[in-house]
DNA sequence: TATACAATAGCGAAATAGGGTGATATTAAA
DNA sequence: TTTAATATCACCCTATTTCGCTATTGTATA
């Protein structure tokens, strides 16, 4: 008994689709058990169907496959769903990944490369045109270090601990008491500190210390 | 005159390091400018040999890949580096995109796969081995989506407004003036907002909010 | 039709915060 | 050695915040 990867596809471009379908049948290893022109009875196609990958389109006429892949990753979380679309759009990158697209590919891939790229989310993997790969690095270099403090502030290190403690939710008195030192002074710290933070108010002062990561 | 891709290698295996030599120097359209074991000599080496690509591997003696990834990035911003590695460590992954690098593969790919990843990145693309990819997709995952506000709080939409303008740095008189009702409406918000969420103070509400991301 | 909740508003008292000014001791830099 | 920055504390005064309690109106909901 060989082991078949089973996929559907859902795609509105009717020769396309065809092409994947003829494709599919006839290339070993692989099997077509469904193709559609869009995802208006996908759940019931995959409850009767079972699959191991679904190809998407992204650009579909009704649901979008971003959409789709949403809602297939919460009913059929075993299924990996391979995107495929004509566009670099950073928001449908970033949007197919956060909605759970196992892997992202340009519609210019060969036929061998979409029976690899299947082969590859089958196995665990995720076949990410290079291009669109680079993309999704930009993204996550963007997203995941917004700039360090731009300011400086030039904080001394007692105006920090104050600070950090009135982020705390601490009153004057309560940071007095954990620094051991008079209400009075933490006052003077803090009158500093909004002085070089240019705010009038501890939830100013808050809100700017959380936001540019001095706490 | 053909367009060559110049390629620098910093490789501790000496045989690994030979080989790759030995492919680059034999492959048309590529050529091998240097080929290191360690990285002590490297912002030398690349100020004198002026090169498109580095293939970095990340585990060396003395400075590792990806340190040496964010050094060349800071003085040679043109060069792509292409990391490779034997593990798929999430730290080594997470770290490599961080410090810049171009594409990631695992050293088990093919010596054609070597050269077709090096083409990729000198394209501006990043090639990055299927496996990896996956770990990248779902790092991204994790790390944009951190969950949804666990608790509620159940906010009203008049409350949900007055937090924000907390938030902002704006006094009682300022959001009443804002939202058109008198101050002490506005103190009676903020009374039930502190109830909710079990705060007793502006700046402990504004540093829950952010953290919880209620705003 | 009661009941609950949201939004509104007011009153009073106590606590806290914020602005200003000035002083002292210590330390680091010019 | 003078100067500048830091950390400390005090006093005065006012504005703001916080807590409690009460109360009206409109809108859903049981």
Redesign the pocket.
Known sequence: MISLIRVMIFEDNKHLRETFRFLLSNSNGFACVGAYPDCSDMMENLAENPCDVVLMDIEMPGMNGIEATRLIRQSFPHINILVQTVFFEDDYIFNAICAGASGYILKSTTPDGYLEAIKDVQAGGSPITPGIARRVLELFKDKLQPAPPAKEY??????KK?LQL?VAG???????AE??????????????I??KLH???????VSLAIRDRLV
Not at 183 to 192: E, G, L, V
Not at 199 to 205: D, K, Q, W
């Open positions: 030039n904080l001394t290190t007692q105006e104050v009135l601490k009153s004057y008195k309560m940071i007095a620094l051991f030192v008079a209400p009075d002074t933490i006052k003077s710290h803090i009158s500093n909004y002085a705010v009038h108010s501890g939830t100013e002062a």
